[in-house]
């Protein structure tokens, strides 16, 4: 994806959170992160004095629902946030405006977060190796992220993303994820559709804003022809984009991981 085209998608990204309602959306988010957090507890452990970075936060990130911690949030949209979402401005949290292959802080942390960000960056691979750098040996990420279920759409959606889904220019099955932190620990790797699922109608009307059918959506829907495999797939297949009830099958799923660096690495002997 080219740098320029990464602008446009992130000036996107910001017109899309800002046609949402603030303040339901920071209130969903907060159970939704709450949620994760409680499926994390087992593995990590956030005391006051843990250092705490989420690379791609957001206007509503993981950070919020934190009380406790050196808490450091990154996103390279973060000057705009900041001016449009006053929560932002009293929550505890260092906020940064940066991408993520920029990323060079003076310190280490224990705990990084990457939520649902991975897909969206220039390059994962430089990404991951950024969060290897600023994680202290014995640490720990902890990513969600939409992955593929099937090897079809898997390939087709690496090959045509820019005709169905620009905002998503990367593309990961499970193995693909694990693949970025060769040495890691795997502690954690769960569908976490479940959580949200209970409440993604009530997010779509009250968040987002959305009710009814959005025909000039639905027209640019059917004037795409390479969204036809995709309606096909939810049409005939009852496989949709994402799940919509509990066991259901979907194009993704979000899956929760949780790696745990090395306690002695070569770097930090």
Known sequence: ????????????????HLRKNSEQHLEFKLEYWNS??????????????????EVGCGCCGMLMAI???VLVGVDPLMNQYLNNFSY????????INCAAEQLDLPESFDIIF???????????????KKLDRHLMPGGHIVIALNCHNTDFFYSY?????R?????????????????????????????????????????????????GINWKKAIAYLMNPFRYPIAFSRVIGNRPVCRKRHNQKSIFSTYLFVFEKPACTEESL
């Open 1 to 16: 994806m080219k740098y320029s085209t990464w602008h446009k998608i992130q000036n996107e990204e910001l017109q899309y």
């Open 36 to 53: 994760i957090l409680r499926e994390i507890q087992p593995y990590v452990s956030i005391e006051s004095e843990t250092h705490i970075l």
């Open 67 to 69: 009380k406790k911690g």
């Open 88 to 95: 932002l401005a009293d929550a505890g949290p260092k906020w």
């Open 114 to 128: 990457c939520i649902n960000s991975l897909d969206h960056v220039l390059d994962p691979e430089k990404v991951a």
């Open 157 to 161: 959606y690496n090959a045509y993303h």
């Open 163 to 211: 005709r169905i889904d620009p905002h998503h220019p990367h593309h990961f099955r499970l193995a693909d994820v694990g693949e970025l932190f060769p040495s890691y620990r795997v502690r954690k790797m769960a569908d976490i559709d479940h959580l949200f699922i209970s409440r993604e109608r009530e997010y779509q009307s009250k968040v987002l804003r959305r009710s």
